[in-house]
Structure formats: C-alpha cells, structure tokens
C-alpha cells in the first residue's frame, strides 16, 4: 500500500529551515559573512532553476545564464526605474518597491525562454545541449553591441535605497539583503518543489525518461519541454533579480559561459536526482568559491578537482550520497554499511589532500610563495625530497584505504 | 461505419526495402483482432504505422471512419487509439504508481498543469488505482518502473496503455517472455481488457491467440494472405504453409 507522508513528516524540513534562516542572523555579524550567505541564496535559486532542467526534465542546458542574467538586467533597470522616479514621484514604478524586484527578474526570464525556447525543445540531449551553448555564446557576445542595455564592459549600476519601503524592510547593509535573500530564497524554493508534485513535474520527469513513449499517452515532448523550459528560465531570472538588488550592479559576465557552467556544478556536486541535491551544492561550491579565493590561488582548479571527484566517486552527488545513507538506515542496514563508506571518503580525502599538497607545492615552486602554507603556518620546501616523500605517502594511503573499503562493500553487499 | 480500424493498401518502405506491402483490413468494433506472422514479417512495424510512430509510405488509415495516417502519435491518442509496445517501454525512474497516473492526465486534460498538485487530479488518481488492481501491481505501487521484475514490467506496459480509456487497442506480443504461469495471468488481464473495447494483438504464441482471438490476420513479408476465425485459419493451406507449418517444423 502506499506510503504518504504524514504532514508533519511533510512540513518538517520547511519548519527546520525556516528556523535556520531566523537563528543565522542570530550567529552572524559580519558584513562579509552575511554577503557569502547573501550569494548562497541566490545560487540555490540558480541551481535549482537549473535542475529543473536538467535533473526534472532531462536537458542538458550550456545556456541557462542567460535567463539568470536578462533577469538581473530586468530587475536593474527597473531598479533604476524607481531612482529615477523618485520617493514622492508619480507614475507606477514610484509605488514599486524595490524588495519585490526579484518578480521582475522572473518575469524577464520567463519571457526571455518563451520568445526563444520553441526552436530550442525539439529535441533533448546533444542537440539541445549545443542549441543552448550557441545561445549563451551568441547573447554573451550581443551584449557587447548594446551598451545602452548591458552597460558594456562595466555593466550597469544602481541603488538599492530606492523607492518606497515596506514594513520597515530597509536594504542598507548586508544584514538588511539577508531578510530579503532569505524571504526569496525559501519562496523560491518552496515554489519549485510544489511545482515538482504537479502534473507537468512529473510529466516533465516522463519526457526525461522517455520522450518517446510520451506521445503514445498523448502529450507531443515538445510542448513539456518548453513549458519546463519557460519555467526553468522564469526561476533562473528570479535569482537573477536576486542578484541585482544583493550588487546593484550586473555585468555581461552574468550572462556568459561561465555562470552557466556553474549552474551545472553546483546542480552536479549536489546532485540531479534529489530534489535538494542543488541545494547542498550550492552550498557548498559557493562557500567552496568565496572562502578558498582569500587563502589560495588555486581556488577554481580546486572547485574543479570537487566536480571531477563527485562525478567519478558519486555520479549521484552529495545529495544522492546523503539519500543512499538514508535508505541504508531505513532499512536498517547502515551499521553494516556505512564503514564501507566511510573509508571510501576517508580514501578520497586523502587522495585530495595529496593533490592539494602537490598543487601547492608545485605552486610555490613557480611562484616563490604560497598563501595556504602562510596561512597554516607552515613551512614545507618544495626542493625536499621529504616533503614529496610525504606527498606520495598520502596518495599511498589514500590507495590504500580505498582497496580496502572497496573489499569490505563487496565482501558485504 | 461499424469498423473500428479501416485499413487501405498500405505501404512503407524504409529506404529500398519496402516492410509493407499493401495491406488491406477491416477490424470490427469490439473484436479481438490477433495478427499473426513469422518474425520479420512487419507486425511491428504496421502498428507503428496504424499508431503514428511512422509515417506510411502510401495508403490509409481510418479509426470510425476518420483519416489517421500520417498524424502525430498523441493526436491518434487522443481519438481514441492507444498501443502498448513489444519491448516494455515505460517511464524508469518513475514509480509505477506514477507512470501510470502519467497515462492519465489526457484524458482529464491536466498535463500541463502547474498551478495544483498531482494529488488533487482526482479522475486521475482514481483510474491510475484502478488499473494499477487490475494490472496487479498494487503491491510494487511505490517501486521505481524501471526496476521491476520483467512479468511486471510487461504488465504495466499493458497499463500504461489502457491507462488512458482509448476505446481501440493495441498490444504488440504482450505475453513474449513470460513463464507459462505469467502468460495465464497476462491471458485474463488481456480479456479484461478487451471488454467493451476493440483490441488488435501482435502474438507469438499460438494459445493465446486461438484462446483469445475473434479473428486472426496473418502477415508474411508485409502482406496480408488471409484474414479469419482462428478456425478458418487454422485449416488454411496457405497458412499452413507459410506460418504454421513452419512453427510444426
Ligand atoms: N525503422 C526501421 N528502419 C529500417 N528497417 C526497419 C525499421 N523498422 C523495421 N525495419 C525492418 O522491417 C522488417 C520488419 O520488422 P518488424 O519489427 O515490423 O517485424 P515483426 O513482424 O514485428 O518481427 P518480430 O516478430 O521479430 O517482432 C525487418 O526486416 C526490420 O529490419
Ligand atoms: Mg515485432
């Protein structure tokens, strides 16, 4: 018989997190901090928005930036909208508040994938993902020919204190842009969970099984795809509202290649197939991102290295990794599993520190100096034959280790 | 117009070879309707082109009376023609509860819903759990489709496909690879199914079909070369000949 929820077993993750989201500020002062917390929320609704894509509905998208940007872009220049009509002023955007720019973000994303998306979701896979990457390219470089819309090279500026104020939700400082990141973070996401336990979720879920079986229950894929795609964009461009108000400004930068690519990152790291897989990612990639920068420059190879170990070590991510956990302990399997595991993680951490290890190393030997090794205090000397000795050590171990946890899940499985 | 399916010299050709060859037929409202053919023959591929996964080369298709051929699979769905395939053919990863809720939606129009639960798709709901006792699945309601033992899968493939209430149905061998226990199962559900419903059955196995068939079409090289009661063509020598003949051989 089926097993439903009861609804405390439903609401309690909105309840915890909700609770999160008002205990933070309790813990945090720092403006920095709150601006890293501040990222985080707009990259869950980045990721999110991505994994509708592509974990709900199958389409592998290079692309999905540029919703995310034309977004930060609608809700900027709305922003400036209101500046320029001024506190007293007349005429709608007068009356508009600034907190609400995210909807403006939304609708110019949404918009944005209804006026190109058709072509687009024809078909899934390759040619989908090529389409996509041709039209993160193709908008990327567009927006260098429209100075007066994407602001060049510099982007476009505003200010957030603008506009009227509602309830006394000011946005000054990063503290104030935390109620607002945190307000639109947990409606976002909210959103697009409901819209996972609709009739075109699921649906969506079925054109990314099989499109073609699809059209003998009497949906054609096409439609699905596109619907999914419009909605995909509408989320992606809230973020993107999200950012604009968290930065006051936007650069064609957020339209680009690159932020499309961390979209998937994040949604891979977390994982396609939990539905707070993005979440975790995005967590973690962004406090990967923002943390690593101040102590290495290595940060981004080091973000890849996570990316290439999650796909290799767990294709279903840190999310899928977490449910596979779950379901152990469901079934009352865990004790005898979870060692297996364990070394399993144990094995690739030691494998990753030696790569650290090498990689600053070798960093320093180019170099001269190393901000990691300042930071830890210490002081190893990359012409020491000891030091490499130490290096090889850890990858041994790291071999090691995963044998033998690879042993132990098959002599128990 | 009392036929359900009219079919008018028929032709597909991919590329050079040319699978059918002119097939004329005329399935009646409410029959079990079994064709029959060696392997090869095109059984497949004519309920390809009768359900619009292929365009035909030439010819027509009518379902009461109204020109189908060269349609778009979901919009013959939605007049009423349903078809389940030869190799099971579901949605993986979703549950079997799921997929079959998914077979659903078109006929209470909400596909394209996003602003209500799936839950709260009552009609859906209803028939998804009706078939899914009929079918007798109930117990792996929750098991991701994609995972179920193959009798199951096959079962809910026959599901997915009466899923939706069309009134004219196809199954393409919807016994291949069963045990002898599965096939008796797969047999009563398959007589559950054609009750008030006009159905065309690909099978290879002889006893399902004489057991089950009001009349029997047999399909060699694309051709039709005799159309009967399964008793008439039993005795044909024809058939004999080319189809059961061989089987004995
Ligand atoms: N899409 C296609 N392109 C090219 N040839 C095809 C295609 N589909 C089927 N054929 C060919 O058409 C012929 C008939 O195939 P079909 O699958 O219809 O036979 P069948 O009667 O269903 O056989 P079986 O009993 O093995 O299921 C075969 O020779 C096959 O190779
Ligand atoms: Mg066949």
Not at chain 1, 58 to 72: D, E, I, N, P, Y
Not at chain 1, 369 to 379: F, I, M, N, S, Y
Not at chain 2, 33 to 56: E, Y
Not at chain 2, 188 to 200: C, F, K
Request: hydrophobic share 50%.
């Amino acid at each position: 018989m089926s097993l439903r929820l009861s609804p405390w077993r439903a609401l309690a993750p909105w309840l915890i997190s909700l609770l999160v989201l008002l205990v933070i500020p309790l813990l945090v002062s720092s403006n920095g901090t709150f601006s890293i917390i501040n990222l985080i929320a707009i990259n869950i609704v980045f990721a999110l928005s991505y994994n509708m894509l592509l974990g709900q509905g199958g389409m592998l998208s290079f692309g999905h930036a540029v919703f995310f940007g034309l977004g930060a872009y609608g809700a900027i220049h709305v922003m400036n909208l209101i500046g320029d009509a001024g506190y007293d002023g007349q005429g709608f955007w007068a009356h508009f508040p600034v907190y609400l720019l995210p909807l403006v973000g939304f609708a110019t994303g949404a918009l944005a994938a209804l006026l190109v998306g058709w072509p687009f979701c024809r078909r899934a896979g390759t040619a989908f993902a090529m389409i996509t990457l041709g039209l993160g390219e193709l908008v990327a470089a567009g927006s260098q020919m429209f100075p007066t819309v994407f602001g060049g090279e510099a982007g476009v500026f505003s200010n957030r204190m603008v506009g009227p104020v509602w309830f006394g939700l000011e946005l000054a400082q990063p503290a104030d842009v935390y109620w607002f990141s945190a307000f639109w973070v947990l409606l976002a996401v909210f959103a697009m969970w409901a819209f996972t336990r609709t009739p075109l979720g699921r649906m969506s879920n079925a054109v990314r099984d099989n499109a073609e079986r699809l059209q003998f229950i009497g949906y054609p894929p096409r439609n699905l795809r596109f619907l999914v795609f419009i909605a995909a964009g509408g989320f992606a461009g809230l973020g993107g509202g999200m950012a604009a108000v968290n930065y006051e400004i936007v650069t064609p930068e957020s339209l680009g290649l690159l932020t499309s690519g961390l979209a998937l990152l994040m949604a891979a790291v977390g994982g396609l197939g939990v539905f707070y897989g993005p979440i975790v990612g995005a967590i973690v990639v962004t406090v990967m991102n923002s943390l690593l920068s101040d102590y290495t420059d290595a940060s981004i190879l080091y973000v890849g290295l996570v990316f290439l170990a999650v796909v290799m070590f767990a294709p279903a991510g840190l999310g899928g990794g977490v449910e596979q956990v779950r379901q152990s302990w469901r079934r009352g399997e865990l004790t005898r599993q979870l060692p297996g595991w364990l070394g399993g993680a144990v094995s690739v951490l030691l494998i990753a520190l030696g790569l650290v290890a090498s990689i600053e190393l070798v960093y320093q030997l180019s170099h001269g100096r190393d901000k990691l090794a300042q930071v830890l205090g210490l002081q190893p000397d990359p012409s020491s034959p000891l030091v490499w000795l130490g290096v090889v050590a850890l990858f041994a171990a790291g071999y090691g280790v995963a044998r033998a946890s690879k042993n132990y899940r098959e002599a128990r499985s | 117009m009392s036929h359900a399916l009219t079919i008018d010299d028929l032709k597909k050709s991919f590329g050079p070879a040319e699978v059918i060859r002119g097939v004329n037929l005329r399935v009646e409202k409410g029959e079990v309707h079994a064709v029959i053919g060696p392997n090869g023959a095109g059984k497949s591929t004519f309920f390809n082109l009768v359900s619009g996964a292929f365009a035909p080369t030439s010819g027509e298709v009518r379902l009461h009376g109204q020109r189908i051929d060269g349609l778009a699979p979901e919009k013959i769905q939605q007049r009423g023609l349903a078809r389940s395939f030869q190799v099971s053919n579901v949605f993986g990863n979703l549950s079997v509860f799921e997929n079959l809720r998914c077979a659903c939606f078109k006929q209470c129009a909400a596909g394209y819903t996003f602003w209500r639960p799936a839950a709260s798709v009552k009609r859906a709901n209803r028939r998804a759990e009706e078939v899914l006792a009929m079918i007798g699945l109930a117990d792996l309601r929750d098991s991701p489709a994609g995972a179920l033992p193959y009798a199951s899968q096959r079962a809910l493939e026959i599901g997915m496909t009466i899923a939706g209430e069309a009134d004219v149905v196809l199954l393409d061998e919807p016994t291949a690879g069963m045990s002898n226990t599965e096939t008796t199962q797969a047999i009563e559900l398959i007589r559950q199914v054609a009750e008030g419903r006009t159905l065309m059955i690909v099978e290879h196995d002889m006893g399902v079909v004489f057991e089950l068939a009001d009349r029997i079409s047999v399909l060699v090289y694309g051709e039709i070369i005799a159309t009967g009661t399964p008793e008439a063509i039993r005795n044909d020598p024809r058939v004999k000949e080319a189809y059961l003949g061989e089987e004995a051989a």
